[in-house]
């Protein structure tokens, strides 16, 4: 039953400073729910390709078109990803859905920076055609960035803002009439909760906005 009280509740407050970083990451990544997650291709300098996931992941501006990446570091080191897209200013965003969330969790293994996690998961590679960087050959959709902006976080790593440069679509992937918006349901993608769970596409509510 909906609870239509307009008393304020009785909030549990906690001071973030008065916990520890393990639960401040999973009281935040609990709450803002569910993320898109960014399953991000990139080239190291000795040319091998690598591809891990991060959902500290969202879109930013549509002119011009933007994306926000968020990459934290490994034992006080950046990670690979990251230290790759400051290198060679490009990188791809794969749109991970239904069909791929298991090859996906695979790509997050740790791998040292000389591994290729398109071999270790299995996944053919290909080359985007707007910038210089490897993207997920069997991905339905693609954004293919280019470096627009770095900024960084310290102990948090690096936050990354690309600019898409081309967009790619398996023309399979319908859209809805007379728009360019790809259709949801075609789509089927899927969304970080938290730790190991995701969220797949359930109900879909067509909510019309308020006229005045
Ligand atoms: C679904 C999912 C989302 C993730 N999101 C992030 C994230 O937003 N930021 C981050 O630093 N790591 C994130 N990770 C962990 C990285 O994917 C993992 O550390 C990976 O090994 C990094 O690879 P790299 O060193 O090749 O860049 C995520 C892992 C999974 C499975």
Redesign the pocket.
Known sequence: MADDSQEPRRHRIIWTEAVDGRERYQLLTSLVVPRP?GWVSTRGRDGVP?L??????SAVASSPMLVSL???K?GGVA????RNILDQETFCVNVVTEAHLDV??RT????PPDGD?FDFAGLAVAEAETVDAPYVAACPAVLECELFKQVDLGEA?GLVLGEVKGVRLDPALPVVDGSAFVDSEGLRPVG?LWGSAYSLLGEIRIVPRPEF
């Open positions: 997650i690598n891990a996931p991060f959902s500290f992941f968020a990459i934290g490994r990670k690979d990803s990251l996906m969790n997050a293994a740790g791998l996690e790593g970080r």
